[in-house]
């Protein structure tokens, strides 16, 4: 039950950064990987507890790091182009 409560608030504090702290890519990038963390922690125990098998984990966690490597790749393009990691230093139009 504490571990749930403690997954739920790592939950929450990942999407209040994400939406605060919105100039930055590096930041966004970071509170996205610790939603992803706090879904494979919840899936994690759900499956611990209906004894089911662990290779849905697996997958999960295979296409989470595919997104962590697009978003860093996309992060080391925009600071090449750009010189820096902030959304409003580039126009979108």
Known sequence: MMMSFLILV?????NMIFVSKH???LIVLMSLEMIVLSVYFLLMLYLMEIDYNLYMLM?????SVC??????SILVSMIRTHGNDYF??????
């Not at 790592?10 to 990942?14: A, H, K, P, T, V």
């Not at 997104?67 to 860093?72: M, Q, R, T, V």
């Not at 409003?88 to 139009?93: D, E, G, H, R, V």
């Open 10 to 14: 790592m939950f929450l504090i990942g």
């Open 23 to 25: 100039k930055h890519l």
């Open 59 to 63: 997958v999960f966690l295979v296409f």
């Open 67 to 72: 997104e962590g490597a697009l978003g860093l």
């Open 88 to 93: 409003q230093s580039f126009n979108l139009i």
